[in-house]
């Protein structure tokens, strides 16, 4: 459904997305993984036509995005990360408009926006005005203008960021639900959890693909095993385990330490150790990695 390749784009000297070469198979909910400034959303706005490249090229549905860029509109529904409806329009009057601007018949328009109020949940707040819904009720209008045209892609750009938790997961099941009826979705998000969610995920950074494969795959490529230790004080005991030579790779992971190292075996090494320089060791043992460990392993000197 999405064939990119070398696909770049600068502004002045500043190279935004950095020859990134990637595939997208129809009905995938495929995920974007990066911190801010990773170059998703100038990803996201070549792909759907917004935003023209610097170099490389990209095929959307068929459609090329530097030679038919209208096509790709056609066939793209694009979230952008700021809401981007008019506040002074009710729910009903801002997917009104959104259709019309696609030509739609009215009779059509009448039919798909009542069927996308009930699908997002937005049917008993038809009448009110824009300017007063939640940043949730926002989000899923711009989910339901996007798919007004009734697009072959969906292409969402870090929609539930300031998204209270209840209407997060609301969000997530309208997803998943696209994704069950045979939608193509790409979305870009910080969000760790977000991408587990996903079938497939490429972690991006400073606008570059470092790796791409399901979230399984990904944690699959961690050379060695992850240890989970807990210890006060917690930065003391970061700076003395990155000094044994047993550990590759040690980061903060919330009230813990992760530490990766070869084997299992080195645990009571490293509690040994760390217990000789008056740190306190509570708990270490073997963990499962997260995506989040994937990510610091492949930013790691070397790797």
């Known amino acids: 459904m999405i064939a990119t390749s070398e696909l770049t784009r600068r502004f002045g000297e500043t190279v935004a997305v950095d020859r990134v070469s990637l595939e997208v198979g129809r009905g995938e909910l495929f995920g974007l993984l990066g911190p801010d400034g ?5 990803l996201l706005r070549m792909l759907s036509g917004v935003l023209t490249p610097t170099a490389g ?3 959307v549905a068929g459609a090329d995005i530097r030679t038919a860029p209208d096509e790709v509109k056609a066939v793209v529904g694009y979230v952008p990360q700021a809401f981007a409806l008019w506040r002074d329009l009710t729910v009903v009057e801002n997917l009104s408009f959104i259709a019309e601007t696609y030509a739609l018949p009215r009779p059509v328009i009448a039919e798909r926006t009542q069927r996308l109020l ?3 949940r937005l049917a008993p707040f038809a009448r009110r005005q824009t300017e007063y819904l939640s940043g949730g009720m926002r989000q899923k209008l711009a989910l339901a203008a996007a798919l ?4 072959e892609v969906l292409m969402l750009d870090e929609p539930t960021t300031g998204v209270d938790p209840v209407s997060r997961r609301e969000f997530w099941q309208i997803l998943y639900e696209l994704n069950r009826q045979g939608k193509t979705v790409v979305l870009a998000t910080p969000y760790m959890d977000e991408a587990e969610r996903c079938t497939r995920v490429a972690l991006m950074h400073q606008g570059r693909i470092l790796s791409v494969g399901t979230p399984a795959a990904l944690k699959e490529r961690l050379q060695g095993v992850l240890l989970e230790v807990v210890a006060e004080p917690r930065r003391a005991a970061l700076a003395a385990a990155r000094r044994m030579p047993e550990v590759r790779q040690g980061t903060v992971f919330g009230e813990s330490l992760h ?3 070869a084997d299992a075996d080195a645990a009571m090494t490293i509690r040994r150790r760390l217990e ?5 060791v509570q708990e270490v043992r073997p963990v499962e990695p997260s995506l989040e460990d994937v990510f610091v392993a492949l930013l790691a000197p070397g790797a």
């Open 57 to 59: 090229t990209a095929r």
């Open 148 to 151: 007004i045209h009734e697009p």
């Open 118 to 120: 009930a699908f997002s």
């Open 38 to 42: 990773a170059g998703k959303t100038t």
């Open 276 to 280: 000789a320089e008056g740190i306190t």
């Open 259 to 261: 530490l990766l190292v």
